[in-house]
């Protein structure tokens, strides 16, 4: 069986494309093959700047032939219809077959497909597979139509096998295939011919290519580790950077050099990401000293001077970057000390949202979000507020615009350069945080506090103007910032009624929208107030209106009209993320709904609380039987309850019991409710199921022994009564209505 | 061919050896335009005749202009005015990367010594309406070119494709030359008696400029002629094709580009001097880059953008 060789050749592919093309190229060309009837023994693609190699194993000769066999009319059916069949299955009248079935005799065909050489089959494939290549980009060149990620050179595709190798034909916009290939841009030695896959990869090593992205990889991390150990220094990991560069070049050659001494007090990160993300060099630690001395770059060449040239040419560039690197640290930290007045200034200029107004009203609020959420985490209100107007400040420092992906870090240095309480620097780094569901979640009090302040306050600011995600489309990553939230409150076990800030931050927005003064002035101040105390602007409102003589203004109306709707819908799409969130974690969907159904349900810690416990509780059979029991109570009572158009819940008397075990009932049902309302107060649910489970015998028997639609109206109001108890005890947990099961 | 020997001396040498190189190689060497631009994309012979099927050629020097990058002379590599070579083919033709590297061994990059990498930059102009893929060319870790495969300008797909390649000239020179301050580099031939350097040309009117540009230029004229060059751009697209008095078919679509190339520059100068705020500044790229599609609708119609009657 032959071996397949393709290779495409073409101008420099950007290398964060490389390794996924390789793959699409090896998905592609096998997927359509084996679809061919073609199966192969195995299959490796490769990438480098320059080209996508796949090379097949032990592939099918030619497909294999197919028959086929078709049923036609019946014996005797009408001439046209017999035609039709005809020409449809492709055959001649006298190749059909007359067949006896139990409808009667009918004509079979039987139509055979031939199986077609590889060579045919590989053409097709792959003018088919670069005709619709998935490049994340691609485009046209010189005068032709065909598009790939930058101009294709030639194609080579060979079948190979023991006798020798022969090139599969094909010409694809002008460009034929062929059995040649070339190596080095630069050190190659001209185009040669490949003979299959073994002689194809020792020929590019020869000119200087090696052709496996891992090997290059492995090539520069292993050389750059060895020349920084014999320094005795290391270099900084980083995975991404070494399969960047490793698309980069096609023979790597790794070089050392050193970091000019005026720019070793810069921080390590400025270093490291200036370094990265211009030149792609990596960073080499000393660990006695703990900062960043050396460079590794690597280039795509040897030269008769060992890379004196080029390692002098990268040291020049790094200087001239390094050299406005320290440019900006130093005028940063000259503002920094400053206070930072330009850069508060300055963002009150820069457009946060064109409907939430600038940075600077956004750290205004986010300031008083974070001073009122301070006792909750536990923070000092003053550090948290100083933290939260800080948080954001340098964002307007040359090295964040610079560097984008430094904000928070920098705001870190700089509020240590200046002196700056510990609690402040940290929060400028971590009031970020976590951005992924992975990314640590910050515990210090005055982080936390900033950090929810910043999340809710962006929540409730779209909420406000109605920029909600919907589907696949969330451009202000809300989603991200509601999980943030939940994250930072339930690991950090914080108590706290999110309504009641969602309320009050979403006034703050509308006062900063509202056009009219009123808004700003002291009725809003007093509203907030009575929010910041009491939670829910409805009750609020009647407080407001009380305190204030005459009519209140419109708008003030709407708001209490509005303000309620808004922060309820932000609150579903809050319980909304903790469903993925806890599901994520194993807990039922069921589960989770039952325990949002009940009140309190905006304290987040406390929902999760009571769905681990029921969670828990579910697992155990007590807890299933005891579901059931509740759930045949439950069924009967509100069947009676619709039919006789009335409500039990007049509370149920021993003295009426007929049988021993609604006697029983009644005595398990008095010590359980007293314990478990005391265990609720204490929000000990785990106590309140346990002793939930110990209803489940006393409510087994009595559907054992009684039947509940007694003849006797008192006896059966009466037990209708008791399962009403039996339901109240039940949904003081949880929504029990809602598990299923 | 004019013959050169050695390494280059002097920022005019390369500037000699690009042009002596791409006439060599068939390009029509043509001189700057003479307007106010941001990059030698702007000229005509760019913008223009990358559009449409006609084959086209074409290298020059383009003086251009980036108010906002002024430093009084004082930054080593920062100017806000500097020379762009620029090369454009249309339609690329296949060899154009191995055209490129003998254009930089033209200006003495000898390829044995140095590591030369196309690393991944995709152009766009927001002004112009205008994208394509290409790379970055470095040359030891330092940018030396832009080299673009256009795909489209003024929102028309480029049919044939143009290979456009950039030159950032005193950059290009200063590393050649090995010169650390873009003012000390030899702009004649150092051994010649009248021997001046970059900043002995260019370094008093660094200043004079920076200064216009962040301080003084007047930001109400510098609106108004703003709104006259888009208003007078428009004007002339709008008229008939017919000229009333020669009775020819007569596109003004040069004289049109020319005005969009002026309103281009004046927003660069109010945005120098920080008048145009950031919800602002994309109105103004969008205004301009409506003029620019005009005039490329309008040159696809004309004999030069190949209209055939």
């Given at each position: 069986m032959p071996d397949l060789l393709i290779e495409l050749f073409s101008e420099e592919i950007p290398a964060r494309m490389q390794a996924r093309a390789?793959?699409?190229?090896?998905?592609?060309?096998t997927d359509g093959l084996v679809e061919a009837g073609l199966t192969y023994g195995g299959a490796q693609a490769f990438s480098t700047p320059r080209r996508l190699t796949l090379a097949l194993e032990d592939l099918l000769a030619e497909s294999p032939t197919i028959k086929e066999e078709r049923k036609g009319p019946k014996v005797g059916a009408p001439e046209k219809a017999l035609e039709g069949f005809l020409r449809g299955a492709g055959v001649a009248r006298d190749a059909l077959e007359e067949r006896d079935t139990p409808k009667g005799a009918v004509y079979f065909a039987t139509i055979t497909k031939p199986g077609r050489p590889a060579a045919e089959i590989v053409a097709?494939?792959?003018?088919?597979?670069?005709?619709?290549?998935?490049?994340?980009?691609?485009m046209r060149w010189g005068a032709g139509s065909l598009?790939?990620?930058?101009?294709?050179?030639?194609?080579?595709?060979?079948?190979?096998?023991?006798?020798?190798?022969e090139v599969v034909a094909m010409d694809i916009d002008g460009i034929t295939s062929g059995d040649t290939t070339e190596g080095h841009r630069f050190m190659g030695s001209g185009r040669f011919v490949v003979h299959g896959f073994e002689d194809y990869e020792a020929k590019l090593k020869r000119d200087r290519v090696i052709l496996n992205a891992e090997d290059r990889a492995e090539t520069i991390w292993s050389e750059a580790t060895n020349m920084a150990f014999a320094q005795r220094m290391e270099v900084v990991e980083d995975k991404g950077l070494l399969a960047e560069v490793a698309g980069l070049v096609e023979w790597p050659v790794v070089l050392m050099g050193d970091i000019a001494e005026d720019f070793l007090g810069l921080p390590p990160e400025v270093l490291q990401t200036s370094m990265k993300e211009h030149q792609k060099f990596f960073s080499v630690k000393n660990p006695k000293t703990g900062r960043i001395e050396k460079f590794i770059t690597v280039a795509n060449r040897e030269t008769a001077d060992s890379g004196k040239t080029i390692l002098a040419g990268n040291q020049k560039v790094l200087f001239a970057r390094l050299s406005d690197a320290k440019f900006f640290w130093e005028n940063d930290v000259r503002v920094a000390k400053g206070g930072a007045a330009e850069w508060l200034e300055s963002l009150e200029n820069v457009t946060f949202h064109n409907k939430l107004g600038s940075q600077g009203d956004r750290i205004g609020r986010v300031a008083s979000l974070a001073a009122e959420l301070a006792p909750v985490a536990q923070a000092d209100v003053d550090l948290a507020d100083t933290a939260a107007r800080w948080a954001k400040a340098d964002l307007s420092s040359e090295m964040v615009y610079e560097f984008p992906e430094l904000q928070g870090l920098m705001g870190r240095y700089y509020a240590e350069t200046v002196g700056h309480p510990a609690e402040v620097a940290a929060a400028a780094e971590e009031h970020y945080s976590p951005l992924g569901p992975s990314d640590d979640v910050p515990s210090a009090p005055v982080s936390v506090a900033v950090a929810l302040a910043d999340k809710l306050d962006t929540l409730t600011g779209f909420w406000a103007i109605d920029e909600k995600p919907t589907g696949s489309k969330d451009p202000f990553a809300l989603r991200r910032a509601a999980l943030g939230v939940i994250r930072l409150v339930l690991e950090n076990g914080l108590r706290l009624k999110l309504d009641a800030h969602f309320e009050h931050q979403l006034l703050r927005h509308e006062a900063h929208q509202s056009e009219d003064d009123l808004l700003t002035d002291a009725l809003a101040k007093d509203l907030q107030n009575e929010i910041a105390d009491h939670g829910v602007l409805g009750a609020v409102f009647h407080t407001v209106k009380a305190a204030v003589d005459g009519e209140l203004p419109k708008h003030i109306e709407t708001l209490r009209d509005s303000l309620p709707d808004t922060s309820g819908d932000l609150l579903s799409f809050f319980h909304d993320r903790l469903k993925v969130y806890l599901r994520d974690q194993g807990i039922r969907h069921d589960v989770i709904d039952a325990c949002i159904a009940m009140p309190g349900n905006d304290d987040l810690t406390l929902l999760v609380a009571r769905a681990r416990a029921l969670q828990d509780f579910m697992s155990t059979e007590d807890g299933e039987n005891l579901l059931q029991g509740f759930k045949r109570a439950n069924n009967i009572l509100s069947q009676a309850e619709e039919k006789d158009g009335v409500e039990y819940s007049y509370g149920a008397d021993v003295k009426f019991a007929e049988d021993d075990t609604e006697t029983a009932l009644f005595v398990a049902l008095d010590s359980a409710e007293a314990a478990i309302s005391a265990a609720i107060e204490t929000e000990d649910f785990a106590s309140a199921m346990g002793t939930m489970a110990s209803l489940r015998a006393p409510?087994?028997?009595?559907?054992?022994?009684?039947?509940v639609n007694s003849d006797n109206e008192v006896v059966r109001r009466n037990r209708l009564n008791l399962l009403s108890r039996i339901r109240g005890i039940c949904l003081q947990a949880a929504d029990l209505t809602r598990v299923e099961g | 061919m004019t013959q050169f020997d050695g390494k280059p001396r002097s920022f005019q040498e390369i500037i000699l050896r690009l042009q002596a190189y791409w006439a060599d190689k068939g390009c029509a060497i043509m001189q700057p335009y003479d307007m106010e631009v941001g990059a030698g994309t702007f000229h005509p012979a760019t913008t223009l005749r990358s559009l449409g099927s006609k084959s086209w050629a074409a290298a020059y020097v383009q003086p251009s202009r980036r108010p906002t990058d002024g430093r009084y002379g004082e930054n080593p590599n920062r100017l806000q005015h500097y020379y762009q070579y620029q090369v454009l083919i249309k339609p690329s033709p296949p060899n154009l990367q191995e055209l490129y590297l003998g254009s930089l061994a033209a200006i003495g990059i000898d390829m044995e010594m140095h590591d030369i990498r196309f690393v991944e930059d995709d152009w766009e102009s927001p002004t112009l309406g205008a994208w394509g893929?290409?790379?970055e060319v470095w040359c030891d870790g330092m940018e030396v070119s832009q080299f673009t495969y256009f795909q489209q300008v003024g929102g028309h797909d480029c049919h044939p494709v143009s290979g456009e390649l950039t030159y950032g000239l005193e950059r290009l020179a200063m590393y050649v030359l090995g010169v650390d301050h873009v003012m000390d580099m030899p702009f004649n031939d150092p051994q010649t008696e009248i021997a001046l350097t970059y900043g002995d040309v260019f370094r008093q009117t660094e200043q004079e400029y920076s200064r216009w540009n962040f301080d003084v230029a007047n930001t109400d004229v510098l609106f108004k002629q703003f709104e006259e060059a888009e208003a007078e751009c428009e004007k002339i697209l709008s008229l008939d094709h017919e000229d009333p008095k020669t009775g020819k078919r007569i596109i003004m679509a040069h004289p049109a580009y020319d005005q969009c190339i002026k309103a281009s520059h004046l927003f660069n100068l109010l945005d120098a001097r920080g008048v145009i705020s950031v919800t602002e500044r994309q109105a103004y790229i969008g205004r301009v880059r409506a003029l620019a599609k005009q005039c490329a609708d309008a040159f696809v119609q004309t004999e030069a953008g190949g209209y055939a009657a």
């Open positions: 390789a793959d699409d190229l090896r998905k592609k060309v097709e494939v792959l003018e088919d597979a670069i005709r619709n290549f998935p490049w994340p980009k691609s598009r790939w990620v930058r101009p294709l050179h030639s194609i080579l595709c060979v079948l190979s096998s023991e006798e020798g190798h409510i087994d028997a009595f559907f054992e022994a009684v039947q | 893929l290409g790379w």
